[in-house]
């Protein structure tokens, strides 16, 4: 069964931090992906990689980068958090194309 | 342009009866593919059912099954024989596969609860 590890389930952030969220997958996928989920917005897409060292924006990249240096790890950073990046993040792996995303349990990141 | 839209913010359904959770996309590729989760209250993103454009019967898994509709352009959820533990966030999501490859597009949900 594939597991989707994200390392931390709740996270308070001051403004202005620099904040790591961290992902591992355990499926040898070459896809993972970065979302945030907001009441009434469903899931929208960050960032997302196809290969290690390699990375996509996806439709709100704004005030995040991110970080693959290993196959199996996908981390999403935060800069500078603003009180605007308040939301669960959730983050997904993905093997053949016809196959379904397998999610993390989320985090949800309140910044104050 | 919404790829995915679900109108039913939340809906109230009987133990044991069925429920048709709504969801319309908009795409002009010809191959696609279309999923459902669903997110209980503890937070995990479940995959519960797969559709292709190109299928030719509805899919189904178990109580869910897939009202797919291509000319309307229409994917719907169905449940039957709802239990209390169906009550979560549904969402109907899809990706692209010529002009988006990577991406899956997902609407704003539907809240499910199963009233005993």
């Known amino acids: 069964d594939v597991k989707v590890t994200q390392s931390s389930r709740y996270l308070v952030k001051r403004t202005g931090e620099k904040v790591f969220l961290e992902c591992v997958q355990d499926?040898?996928?070459?896809?993972m992906f970065w979302y945030r989920q907001d009441p009434g917005l469903g899931l929208r897409l960050i960032y997302f990689?196809?290969?290690?060292?390699?990375?996509e924006k996806g439709d709100i990249p704004e005030g995040y980068s991110v970080s693959r240096e290993k196959k199996e790890r996908f981390s999403l950073i935060l800069e500078s958090a603003s009180t605007n990046q308040t939301s669960m993040y959730l983050c997904?792996?993905?093997?053949?194309?016809?196959?379904?995303?397998?999610f993390g349990n989320g985090t949800r990141l309140t910044v104050t | 342009a919404q790829k995915i839209t679900q109108t039913q913010p939340g809906m109230f359904v009987q133990e044991k009866e069925a429920v048709t959770l709504d969801c319309t996309y908009d795409?002009?590729?010809?191959?696609?593919?279309l999923f459902w989760y669903k997110q209980p209250s503890s937070g995990e993103m479940i995959f519960l059912i797969y559709q292709g454009s190109y299928d030719e019967q509805n899919a189904t898994e178990g109580r869910y099954s897939l009202n797919f509709q291509k000319a309307r352009k229409s994917a719907n959820l169905v449940i039957s024989a709802s239990q209390l533990g169906d009550s979560a966030m549904y969402f109907c999501a899809m990706r692209e596969f010529r002009s988006n490859d990577y991406k899956l597009s997902f609407g704003a949900g539907t809240t499910v609860t199963v009233r005993a």
């Open positions: 499926m040898d996928h070459e896809n």
């Open positions: 990689s196809y290969d290690v060292k390699m990375k």
């Open positions: 997904a792996s993905r093997g053949p194309l016809n196959s379904p995303l397998h």
């Open positions: 795409t002009s590729d010809q191959s696609y593919g």
